[in-house]
């Protein structure tokens, strides 16, 4: 892997969400309805695959609704963020980060819905994705060529509507539903800097089936089209730069 250097980017992550309780557990709080799928989807990856995922200690949560809150207490990971400990760590350890992540990312996206398929959360129901509405739930999809007309609905609005003929078919629907984290970044991968042994994946409240190209995709979502990690991205998952392309333009409708 080419080695690369950059200032490291600390937490971005919104402030009040996450509590650090002590050094055993941290709590999490917001909608109920997004915390019901994170929770989900933790128990499902855990159940499912030997990715390192804190285990849920503790769920408060209220009736759901649009407007109701709630928390949930998990088990605090050991490990530096990736992207602060990145540029100090040694080939080798690097190496081992990347062989880890690659096999862990595997096991994830050989993950499939049950019958034929659909585009949601790991329990079947609405999934949860802030690219596409940050307030609300969306789907769930039965087919990719659904999830796709969505992408590309917004520019029947534009002043220019002839343009879902110049994008959606750069969109192909023949793409597998796989299980995708849909919101991986630098910040939520826990190392052994020393080691480059992986120690936890979080923030799993996006994660559920999405069509192939979508985990790619949305690893590169706002500011994370970082040179370097876009050259993990290229080591650990197969790359859609077409479909990311398109979407990139989409997002801005």
Known sequence: ??????????????PGRIVFQDSDTVRKLGPAWRLQREVEAMDFVRRHTSLPVPAVLEIHLEPSGDNEHGWFVMERLPGSELGVAWPN???????????????????????????????????G???????????STCGPFSTVGDFHDLL????????????????????PDNHEIRFAHADLSWENILLDPDTGHVTGILDWEMAGFWPAWW???KALFGARCQPWWTQ??????????????????????
């Open 1 to 14: 892997m080419a080695d690369a250097t950059f200032d490291a980017p600390r937490t971005l992550r919104p």
């Open 89 to 123: 760590m040694s080939e080798g350890a690097r190496g081992e980060t990347i062989r880890q992540l690659r096999s862990y990312f595997e096991q994830l996206h050989n993950l499939r819905p049950d019958g034929a398929g659909w585009i949601g959360s790991c329990s």
């Open 125 to 135: 129901g609405p999934a949860y994705d802030h690219r596409l509405d940050n307030r």
């Open 152 to 171: 590309v609905a917004p520019l029947k609005e534009c002043p220019r509507p002839e343009w879902v003929e110049k994008y959606r078919p750069r969109l």
């Open 215 to 217: 985990e790619y995709r």
């Open 232 to 253: 993990v991205l290229r080591e650990i998952m197969t790359g859609y730069p077409e479909e990311t392309e398109v979407d990139m333009d989409l997002e801005m409708f």
